[in-house]
């Protein structure tokens, strides 16, 4: 079966940013995600503690470039009103699956964590 040209993408809007955020607050592990729905030409490096690490931190990297995109591309103030929802329940489900599934001990550790991989993120976006 031939398959035709990819079809052009939506406009990245923080709607459909937000229709891909799952319930519990992560983004999707879908290796596409990044492209597909972020829109990104490019793909910074996954650090190297979630390289190989399954679905569970491949979706915490996702979750992590998704706050980044938002930051970057919606940054005027009414913009981040309509997002700041949705950063809030991502950071917050980040912080978890990084206490629990890397069991880094505490809280602190787990932002400092989230900290170094936003920037990481952000540097390479």
Known sequence: ?????????????????????QF???????????????????????????????DVLMALWHTILALVVLKKRFSTTDERESWELIDEKAREWAMEKIDNVLDVGNREEAAMLLAKWLEIAESGI
């Open 24 to 54: 519990d607050g992560g983004f999707p592990a879908d290796s596409s995600f990044p492209i597909d729905h972020l829109q990104l030409q490019k793909i910074p490096a996954t650090p190297a503690a979630l390289v190989g690490a399954g």
């Open 1 to 21: 079966m031939a398959v035709g040209p990819r079809e052009a993408a939506s406009p990245l809007t923080v709607a459909s940013i937000a229709r891909t955020q």
